[in-house]
């Protein structure tokens, strides 16, 4: 069984620019998360998809971020304009139910550096 | 406000050596709680969890923590650490029995040979 894939793993752009993440969840898990590190602090909760409907989104930091999870199938994390602020690790995770009786599985991550 | 504390950011430890690496969390009831880690290159990998029931849980790799409701701690333990364990540790929260986990900040393991 393929894990949660997430791509790219590295992305170095300019402040300003735009920057798009995907994530392909396990097959099957309707269940999809967003999380990011930023500058070795805690890891912080941004979006939790339910197939393709925006379950919570209270995380996202502002409207420079966008998710979306079309098909509900693989979900892409857009950053427009980004921000220096905006460096960090970016996780994306799956599960098949929605509780914590289900087991969550985690993606190695994106690093994005905005220079 | 709910919130996890991992005191220690970075821990040395000796290979064989004891490992307990703290946890403080701060929420009304009962809450979930996680550990996970984070191997080089690799997603956070859950090594165990509690939700109620013994307050000494058992996780994979040989290890275990306990929950104190007393001390709002969850302290991840291993009697004897292998190379192989150097990694960052994360404790986490889940409020609600949903996977909006709250994390601590991580503690970096290093595992001296």
């Known amino acids: 069984e393929a894990g949660v894939t997430q791509f790219p793993s590295h992305s170095v752009i300019e402040k300003g620019q735009t920057v798009t993440l995907r994530c392909d969840p396990i097959s099957g898990h309707d269940n999809l998360y967003w999380y990011r590190r930023v500058m070795g602090k805690e890891i912080k909760f941004l979006l939790h998809?339910?197939?393709?409907?925006?379950?919570?989104e209270s995380g996202m930091p502002n409207n420079r971020f966008l998710a979306e999870r079309t098909g509900g199938t693989y979900s892409t994390l857009k950053v427009q304009p980004a921000e220096l602020e905006d460096s960090g690790v970016y996780f994306c995770?799956?599960?098949?139910?929605?509780?914590?009786?289900?087991?969550?599985?985690f993606g190695s991550g994106t690093q994005l550096s905005v220079l | 406000a709910q919130s996890v504390t991992q005191p220690d950011i970075h821990i040395t430890v000796s290979e064989g050596a004891s490992l307990e690496l703290r946890c403080n969390y701060s929420?009304?009831?009962?809450?979930?709680l996680f550990w996970y880690v984070q191997s080089p290159g690799q997603g956070l990998q859950l090594l165990l969890k509690y939700f109620s029931g013994d307050t000494l849980v058992q996780g994979i790799k040989g290890f275990e923590a306990e929950f104190k409701r007393s001390q709002s701690s969850f302290n991840l333990r291993k009697p004897s650490v292998h190379w192989s364990d150097a990694a960052e540790y994360f404790c986490a929260v889940a409020p609600y029995s949903s996977y909006k986990l709250i994390f601590g900040s991580g503690t970096r393991l290093l595992v001296r040979p």
């Open positions: 929420y009304g009831a009962t809450p979930y």
């Open positions: 998809f339910v197939k393709e409907s925006k379950q919570d």
């Open positions: 995770a799956s599960s098949r139910g929605g509780s914590t009786n289900e087991k969550l599985f």
